[in-house]
């Protein structure tokens, strides 16, 4: 998403691209773990095309542009009770932040694996815990920043959209169904980080590089939250 004689900041105009499909929204097997894991109904991806070149340094105009457009708000909706429902009122205010994305392999979470988490079978090991009876370590090691495990993963790590993505696959929404090995968790993850962003290869290092800008925008409505 980069080009040639951008010198000053203009509103975006974007157009819907519906037969954008996605296929982690149409893949049986992973619809049934969303539908486990309580998040199927409760994820949405949608595909514009917009009509300038972008670089990362004008991300608030160009998310401004997004959650004012017409056409984007007229796509847009947001869970209300259980409920996709559309939004009603305008976005009048932006939080934007740039989420980090550079990894191109699931090296990430390679010390997951040996640090007491997960089993040499890819067994969760289990916890105690005095409120949920069937905790366990990798999800103590997501939330809780006492945990002996919690520097398994960096803070710097942490900020990468791989891990978050990670993260809000692990911990479902509130009827999770929790998984007892970790792999279906990662496949998902890889799956989902695969299809959302772009990568490219330099032709002299043949290094391979993530091209794409990640950006986690909460819109209001006034002083009212509406969605994110």
Request: charged share 25%; glycine share 4%.
């Amino acid at each position: 998403m980069a080009g040639e004689g951008c010198e000053f900041e203009k509103s975006f105009t974007f157009s819907s691209l519906p037969s954008k499909k996605f296929t982690f929204l149409q893949n049986k097997e992973t619809l049934s773990l969303l539908m486990k894991w309580s998040m199927l109904g409760r994820l949405s991806a949608l595909a514009f095309s917009f009509d300038q070149c972008f670089f990362p340094y004008n991300c608030k105009t160009f998310a401004h542009s997004f959650f004012t457009d017409i056409n984007v708000i007229s796509s847009l909706k947001k869970v209300e009770t259980r409920a996709w429902v559309p939004l009603v009122r305008p976005i009048e205010s932006i939080k934007v932040e740039v989420v980090p994305c550079s990894k191109v392999s699931m090296d990430l979470f390679d010390p997951i694996y040996s640090s007491g988490i997960v089993m040499p079978s890819g067994h969760i090991v289990k916890c105690f815990h005095e409120i949920y009876p069937d905790y366990d370590e990798l999800r103590q090691m997501l939330n809780d920043e006492e945990s002996e495990h919690f520097p398994v993963i960096s803070q710097e790590e942490r900020q990468e959209f791989l891990f978050r993505l990670f993260k809000h696959l692990c911990l479902g929404g509130e009827l999770c169904q929790n998984e007892h090995t970790i792999e279906a968790y990662i496949s998902t993850t890889k799956q989902i980080y695969k299809e959302l962003i772009s990568v490219q290869k330099d032709t002299e290092t043949k290094k391979i590089s993530v091209v794409s800008t990640v950006l986690k925008v909460s819109a209001f409505c006034g002083e009212t939250f509406e969605l994110e």
